[in-house]
C-alpha cells in the first residue's frame, strides 16, 4: 500500500510486528568478512532445527569492527546480550545455551543492554 | 521484573590475566552463601572500560566497579546481589562518550527491509518536509543546525543548498558522493550497507529543498553489497510511494539512480564526479563556477557526502537546534570516525565534534596494544596530516584540525605507534597520490612524481638537507597550483611529518637511520654470535660476498658490502642475523 501524508502516522508502522524473541547477526561487508554469513546461516538453521519461536534477522554494522562478527540476542527471561567474535561454535551456543537453558555465555560479551522490560513477557 | 537472574560480569581490563580466577572466586562466594540461583556469573570479552583493573558490572542493575580487589567481592555481593545496595569506594560512573545520529539505525534495522526503517521513525523527516511544502523553512532548519559537509571540507550544507535553490532553473539535481577513497575510511560503505534508507531520505529531502526532480547516487563499484542495498532500498521506497511520482500523494515527484563509481579516486572530487556521471574521462575542472550554479549537464548541482545526508532526515525531526546544541562553535553535531592501525578496539565510531583525541584513542578505542608509545594519529587520508601525541587534548573540529596542519577529511583515523616510520608514512600516502592523480595538471602530475623520488631517496639513505627543502619547495608550488584538491593537498602528509617529525628525516638523512626500523634501505644486518649455529648458509647465500668466515671462527658481514638484500635474514634457521638499526 502506498503512503501517504494522511495515513502516515495510521500506515507507516504496520508492518509486521516483530516477534519479542530475535537473534540480529551483523551482515555488512565488514561482519561478513569476518564469517558472520556463515554465522547467520548456522543461528537460522539451529531455530528451525529446535523449532524455536524466534526471528533471525540481519543488520548492518554497529561499528565494533574488532569484536566482528556481532550477534545481538532478545529472548525471553533471559538478558538482551551483544555477542561478538562469534564462530559456528558460538553461534550453536547461543541457541542452544542462551535461547534455550537461559544462560549466559563466557568470553564472548561485549555488552549486556539495559532495557525497562529486560526479557520479560 | 524479579524473575531475571542477576548477572556478574567480570573482565580483567589491564591484561585480562586475571578474568578466570575472579569469575571462579565469585561463583564460589555465590555457591558460599547458597546464592548460586539467584546470579549468574559471566566472562566479559569487552566492558568497555580500558585499563581500570579488574571491572565487574552488575546487571540489570546497570553497577559498574572499578579497580576490585580480592577483598571487594564479598561486599559487593552483600551489598548488590543479596540487597540492591551499592559500594560506594569503587563505583565508577561509565560514560558513552559516542551520540549516534548517522549511525543511529545502524546494527538495529535490517537493512533490506523498509518496514524496519519505517518502524525507527524513518521517512517521518519527509513527511514532515512535504507536509510544511515550504522549501524555505528547510534549508531554514538546515542552517540553524549548523551542518557542514562531512565528506572533508566541511562548507556549510545549507549554503550549497541555497545556492542551488536560487537558481532559476527548471532542472536541478542532487548527487550523493559515495566514492570513498581515503585510505582506511570506511564509514559511507558501513551506512550504506546498515541504513540506506537514511540516505534515500535525505536526498529525497535535498531533492525537494532545491527543487530537484532528480538525484544520483554515486557509489563505487567496489561495494557491491552497499550497491545492492541502496538499489533495493529504492525499489522498496517506490513502492510505499515514497520516490517517483507524486510522492506521499503530493505533487512532489522525485527519482534516483545509481551510477557506479570505477574506482579513481579523484572522482571524489566533485567536478570529476560529475564528469564521470556524464560519461567522460573523470578529470576535474576549474572551479568556479560551482557546481550548485553550473553541475551535471550544466545544471545546478548539489553534492553532498553520505554522511551529510545521513544527518538530514535526524534535523528535520528534531529541529535544527537539537543538532547546533552538539558540537563546537563552528563545528556542530558529530563526525564519524573509522579508527583503525596501532589501536586495541578497531571501530566505527560517531563521537560530538569537540571530543579530544585522547578520548577517542584511549576511552574509546582502548589504546594501543602490546603497551608500544603511541606516535601520532593521522586524519584525513592522504589530504589530511599526523598529529602527535602531544597535540591529544585538542579539541576535534575542522578550524583546529586545520590549524593543526591536517584536516577532517572523511574520517579516516589511524593510529601510528613507535613502530611508524614517519618518512614512510608520508611516502605511502604520496605514492597514493601519484598514482591516482589524474594527471591534468602539471603541479600535482610532475610535482608529485618528483616528491615521491625524492622521499624514496631519503628513505634509501641518499637523502641530503637540500632534499628538504626541495621538498618544502615543491609542495607549496602543488598547493598553489594545482587544479583541484588532489593535487592542492596531497603534500600535506609530507609537509605535517616535516613540521612534527622534522628529527625522523634528519636521522634518515644525517644518520641514515630509521628509528622505526621501517626504511628497509636503511636496514642494518648482523650476525647474533649467540645464536649462530655456524652452519654457514647466510655465507653461502649472499651474492655479493658480504659474509665472510668460517665453521670455526663464526661468520660476520661486511657492512660496506652489505647491499640490504635480506637473504641472509631469510634463509637463517635460526634467527641468528638481526636486522634493523643497532
Known sequence: MKLTIDNFEQESKSGKPKNKNWIKVGLSTCGIAAGADVVFETIQKAVKENKLDVSVFRTGCAGKCYAEPLVEVKAEGVARVVYGGVDKDTAEKIVQKHVMAKQLIDDHIYSIIKEEDNGEA | MGKLKKIILVKDTANNKETVRFAELFNSALRDRALDEQAQVVRAADINIYNQGVVVRIMPS???????????????????????????????????????????????????????????????????????????KVIEEIKKSGLRGRGGGGFPTWMKWNFAKEQDNETKFIICNADEGDPGAY???????????????????????????????????????????????????????????????????????????????????????????????????????????????????????????????????????????????????????????????SSLIEVPMGITFREIVY???????????????????????????????????????????????????????????????????????????????????????????????????????????????????????????????APNPVMSTLKYFENEYIDHIEHKKCTAGKCESLYEYKVIE?????????????????????????????????????????????????????
Not at chain 2, 608529485?448 to 621538498?471: A, C, F, N, R, V
Not at chain 2, 649472499?542 to 631469510?570: H, L, T, W
Open chain 2, 62 to 136: 546497570d553497577i559498574t566497579y572499578v579497580n576490585v580487589n580480592e577483598k571487594d567481592i564479598d561486599m559487593i555481593i552483600r551489598k548488590s546481589i543479596k540487597n540492591n545496595d551499592i559500594v560506594k569506594e569503587i563505583l565508577a560512573k561509565p560514560e558513552d562518550k559516542q551520540i549516534r545520529i548517522v549511525l543511529r539505525n545502524c546494527g538495529n534495522v535490517d537493512p533490506e527491509n523498509i518496514e524496519d526503517y519505517l518502524a525507527a521513525d524513518g521517512y517521518l523527516g519527509l513527511k514532515k518536509v512535504l507536509e510544511l511544502d515550504d522549501r524555505d
Open chain 2, 530 to 582: 649467540e645464536k649462530c649455529r655456524r652452519c654457514g648458509l647466510c655465507k653461502r647465500n649472499c651474492p655479493v660476498d658480504a659474509i665472510v668466515g668460517d665453521k670455526d671462527e663464526g661468520y660476520k658481514i661486511i657492512q660496506e658490502k652489505c647491499i640490504k638484500c635480506g637473504k641472509c635474514y631469510e634463509v637463517c634457521k635460526f634467527e641468528a642475523i638481526s636486522r634493523g638499526n643497532n
Open chain 2, 187 to 345: 564509514m559511507d560503505r558501513s551506512v550504506l550497507e546498515g541504513d540506506p534508507h537514511t540516505v534515500v531520505e535525505g536526498m529525497i529531502i535535498a531533492g525537494f529543498a532545491i527543487g530537484a526532480k532528480k538525484g544520483y547516487f554515486y557509489i563505487r563499484a567496489e561495494y557491491p553489497l552497499a550497491i545492492l542495498r541502496v538499489n533495493l532500498a529504492l525499489s522498496q521506497a517506490r513502492e510505499k510511494g515514497l520516490l517517483g511520482q507524486n510522492i506521499l500523494g503530493t505533487d512532489f515527484s522525485f527519482e534516483l539512480e545509481i551510477r557506479l563509481g570505477a574506482g579513481a579516486f579523484v572522482c571524489g572530487e566533485e567536478t570529476a564526479l560529475i564528469a564521470s556521471i556524464e560519461g567522460k574521462r573523470g578529470c576535474p575542472v576549474p572551479r568556479p563556477p560551482y557546481p550548485s550554479v553550473i553541475g551535471l549537464w550544466g545544471k545546478p548541482t548539489v553534492i553532498n557526502n553520505v554522511e551529510t545526508l545521513s544527518s538530514v532526515a535526524p534535523i528535520i525531526c528534531k529541529g535544527g537546534d537539537w543538532l547546533a546544541k552538539i558540537g563546537t562553535e563552528k563545528s556542530k553535531g558529530t563526525k564519524v570516525f573509522a579508527l583503525t592501525g596501532k589501536i586495541a578496539n
Open chain 2, 363 to 489: 576511552d574509546i578505542g582502548g589504546g594501543v596494544p602490546d603497551n608500544k608509545n603511541i606516535k601520532a594519529v593521522q586524519t584525513g587520508g592522504p589530504s589530511g596530516g599526523v598529529i602527535p601525541e602531544k597535540f591529544f587534548d585538542t579539541p576535534i573540529d575542522y578550524e583546529n584540525l586545520q590549524n593543526l596542519g591536517s584536516i577532517m577529511g572523511s574520517g579516516g583515523m589511524i593510529v601510528m605507534d613507535e613502530d611508524d616510520c614517519m618518512v614512510d608514512i608520508a611516502k605511502f600516502y604520496l605514492k597514493f597520490c601519484v598514482d591516482e592523480s589524474c594527471g591534468k595538471c602539471a603541479p600535482c602530475r610532475i610535482g608529485g612524481k618528483q616528491m615521491l623520488d625524492l622521499l624514496t631517496e631519503i628513505s634509501e639513505g641518499k637523502g641530503t638537507q637540500e632534499h628538504i627543502e626541495k621538498l618544502k619547495t615543491i609542495s607549496h608550488t602543488m598547493q598553489k597550483a594545482s587544479l583541484c584538491g588532489l593535487g592542492q593537498t
